[in-house]
Each structure stands twice: as C-alpha cells, then as structure tokens.
C-alpha cells in the first residue's frame, strides 16, 4: 500500500498543477472584485490562454467552464442572464481550440499563435453575435435583448484579442512562446 502511494506521488507533475490552481483561483475569484467586462474579460480569455500553455489543453477547457459561472454568481451578469453562460462556455473552447489548432500546425510559433488569437476571437464572436437569437427568445424581458446583444457582440471580440496579447506578453516573458 505504501509502495502504491510513493508511485502515486512520482508521477505526479507539482507544477503544472501549481500553475492550474493559481491561474483558475484567478478566474473564479476575479468576477466577484471586478464587475466591469473590459477589465474582467480581457483577464479571464488571457487566463485561459496562458492556461493552454502552461498546463495544457485540458486543463484550459475545463478552466473555460468555470468563470462563466463565476460572472453569474458573483454578479458580472444579472440572474436573469443565466441562459447565456452555456453559450459563453462554449466561445471560450472555441477561442482555446483555435488558438491551440493554429499554433500546432502553424510552422512559425508567433503566426500561429496570432492566427489562433485572431481566428479564435473572430469565431467566438460570431457564435455569441448568432446565438443571440436565440438567446433572446429565452429571455423573458425583452428589454434585456438589447442589453445581451451588445455585450455579447464586438466586446466578445476586442476583450479575446485583448487578452490574447496580454497572454502573448506574459508567455513571451516565461519564455514559453
């Protein structure tokens, strides 16, 4: 039993794991200090970068599930918004699967990680700006459809390139891009 437990912690990796817990107690702490989405936005899809690259790709689509949530929870977005945050969760998988697609197959590391930045925000806007009519009929107030549509549109955008460059200096720095 003892010999099973000293394997057990072997194959263990310590810092990826270090660097998991440190950067998702990030992302589900932050919602509930911040409750602007140009600040908590361009962090959070920067979270979700450095993620992928340091821990690796499930750990990032996990970690994509989580700050949705949180924003919920922690007030970013109102109770009655509670049926968009499926179609977030799913805009930070298509932004962390672009962004690891692209930089995989791409024979220079930067044009691929820009192309995965670009083209992942690019298709995590265009699936929350087509989901919004859907997500409108979901929604019983109609005067929130306004409000839904304009944070779910070109801001979905502008905060994924943002943290994308945020993400590009912080994994420039550990050297690690």
Known sequence: MLYSKIQLLEKIQFKPMANFLTLSSVAVFLPFVIHIQWITGPIVNMILIVTLFLVGLRSALVLCLIPSLMAL?????????APVVPFIMISNVILVLSIDWFYNNSKSQFNGYLGGVIIGASLKFIFLFLSIDFISRLLINQGLVAKVAQMMSWPQFATAITGGLLAWMILKWLKRV
């Open 73 to 81: 929870s922690g007030g970013l977005l109102p109770a009655v918004l």
